[in-house]
């Protein structure tokens, strides 16, 4: 199906943001869009914030999403969502992971948990607020967490993908063996993007 | 044929095989360095690939190739072509038989570089063309292009990419196999390809002469283009050309002028799409290159034209354009409505700052932590280089005093033991950056009689770049297994007094090592050597006894490992990031750390 759409990707250096983004890009090249994508590559990998810009549709001529452009804003981190809201449209749709990654620092690790940016994200947009820890306990690390909030955010339909298009992905672009361990996460993801979906 | 989804460096590396490049050379940088591993990646016959030990090498390796009729392309970071502007100056005197491409990847903000250098003006002060893309799939085209005209007219050209082309992704349709062209090879001649003052007098006035053609000829390049008719006119290079025609989308009346070849400048094409035009705003990246070169065309012909940009306050001198700052910065100068389409943002709590940082259980850490024990209360010099070590600077290690250059600390550590003989002279250099550009600093040390301690960080790749292989890993890009190159042997022969191979994750030895070296006089080494930890496989993990745990926070207050964090006033190990390393083990003084 064709489609428009604006997604952002954002997070910490290190929590699989870009496989998530490269999945949903191949999955929305399947269906049939134009997409355009860019990721953050060098030393700001190291821990520090990143952000994927993942254009689906006609009409991206450049590689970053306007300011106030996303349809979708999938967070890996409370305090990353609140660093990049300003990306969102109006009436954009914003998928975040409550688990704080603290920075290294050693004043600001103390006080910081996530809550404050996890209430003011919910008070302001419609939101999923989902849960790495719980979500990735059945598979042993949360290194899968970039494949099950993708499933959030194809069960939750604001993605617009099929999950059927964006499993083909996740079986072609991930390694064999941990493919069993991605497509079950995917699967929880999904569940919780349908229900939050179901309930609204 | 088939569809590929690309980054712009793939979509280079695509457009170079499409064109059937002989040879392809280059040294590692950011955001340079996925093109020869996409090269690498795609089936092709006939092309020979390497990574040089450094940009200048690079480019006269590949400059032979072009002397011998064959294609040839060389990639690099900005700051390389710094590196390789020796060959590279002298080249454009002497001139090309095959095709000969320089890709030089600039990056604007800097995002991962030392410098927001221009490589426009390095263009126009080599005197050679250089093409500027505004998206992967123009830099597919574009370098192509550039191989054609490098032949037509004798002369390596300069593609330009910047970050925000180099790592964006595109469908590109290319074919599926590749095959390099045949090529005559060499034909001596040494009024040709050997240069001396008088036939480089000759070739600069043919210089001259043929970069006005070339300025012509661009004239009518198709990347080179107008849209709209208004008074008021826009122009943009690059990516900048992206987030402005994306903007002026919904304003298809206003004039948007778009410069693929900044050198030589297409003058007459540019003279023809400002008719009737009486402001003009310059949007662009790094310098104001256009903006000047407008300022010459309208003093040249007599002009009655305003011009906006960075000289007149209008775009910021430094940093990146976005499509934000396109919409900002377009909508003042033509006077348009702001409209905010963004989510409402404020009172936002502050997000917490994230410099990046040593990963969890890198080795360099646990390098630099015993050098600091070992120096503790003694006056000391840090001098550190280019690589992911760089980030041994922040809280709480403070080991890096100084980061000027590839290979710089090598050599200014011996500045700084000529300025001040009494303290500690250090420099840490990694591997790559060691073959790369140390090996002569080091022969500068010994030669000047330095006395000073080099710090050889091993962790046997390239990994701020990505993990490529270089002199010392024994692998090299035509998958042939090579000898590795013994930094050690190296030192020894270059008459270094001491060389000592410590691995740095055994705390005890290394500082024992670094206070031995210091100990006596003259030029020492210690080799440092550790693999990467983001390409072998965890060791283990460590755990803290809550029960044995203190809160002293000694762990987190010296190493500043992210693995490391306060929960309830006591340090907690997060097991996603621990690899084991167990410096912190050897720290704790309760011995509340042990591995799991």
Known sequence: ?200 | MSKQYVMGNGAIALGALNAGVNLVSGYPGTPSSEIIETVAKYPHEGTYLEWSVNEKAAMEVAAAAAYSGARAMVTMKQVGLNVASDPLMSLAYVGVKGGMVVVSADDPGPISSQTEQDTRRFAEFARIPVFDPASPEEAFEMVQDAFAYSEKYKTPVILRPTTRVDHAYASIEAPDTFRARDYEGFVKDSKKWVIFPRLSFQNHAMIEKRNVEIGEDFSSYRFNTVSGSSEKAVIATGVSYAYAAEFLKEHPEIRLIRIGTPYPLPETFLLKALEGVSEVLCFEELSPYIEEKLYQLIGKHQLKINVSGKHSGDVPPSGENDADSARRIISRFLGLPMDEARAETAGAPEPPARPPVLCAGCPHRASFYAVKQAMKGKKAYFCGDIGCYTLGNAMPLDMVDTCLCMGAGITMAQGFYHMDPDAVAFSFTGDSTFFASGITGVVNAVYNAADMILCILDNSTTAMTGHQPHPGTGRNMMATPVEKISIEKLLIAAGVVKVMTVDPLDLEASVAAVKECAAVKGVKAIIFKSPCVAITKPTGKMKIDSEKCIGCLRCIREIGCPALSVSGGKAVIDENLCTGCGLCRQLCPVGAIGGV
């Not at chain 1, 997409?35 to 060098?42: L, P």
């Not at chain 1, 970053?64 to 660093?83: H, Q």
């Not at chain 1, 954009?92 to 103390?110: A, D």
């Not at chain 1, 970039?146 to 939750?156: D, F, K, M």
């Open chain 1, 1 to 200: 199906m064709r489609m428009k759409k604006d997604i952002m990707i954002c997070g910490v250096g290190g929590q699989g943001t870009v496989l998530a983004s490269k999945i949903i890009a191949a999955a929305a090249m399947d269906e049939g869009n134009a997409v355009h994508s860019a990721e953050t590559i060098g030393m700001a990998q190291r821990g520090g914030p990143v952000t994927s810009h993942v254009r689906v549709g006609e009409g991206a001529y450049s590689p970053l999403i306007p300011v106030g452009g996303a349809d979708l804003l999938i967070a890996f981190e409370p305090s990353e969502a609140v660093r990049n809201l300003r990306y969102l449209k109006k009436d954009g749709f914003v998928i975040v992971n409550r688990v704080p990654v603290k920075p290294t620092s050693l004043g600001s690790s103390e006080g910081y948990d996530g809550k404050r940016e996890i209430e003011y994200v919910s008070s302001l947009c419609r939101c999923l607020v989902v849960d790495s820890d719980a979500l990735c306990a059945p598979f042993g690390s949360s290194k899968f967490f970039n494949v099950a909030v993708l499933g959030a955010a194809a069960g939750s339909k604001e993605l617009g993908l099929g999950a059927e298009t964006i499993r083909e992905e996740i079986v072609r672009i991930v390694p064999e063996r941990f493919r069993d361990k991605n497509l079950a996460a995917f699967a929880a993801g999904y569940q919780i993007g349908e229900n939050h979906h179901a309930n609204q």
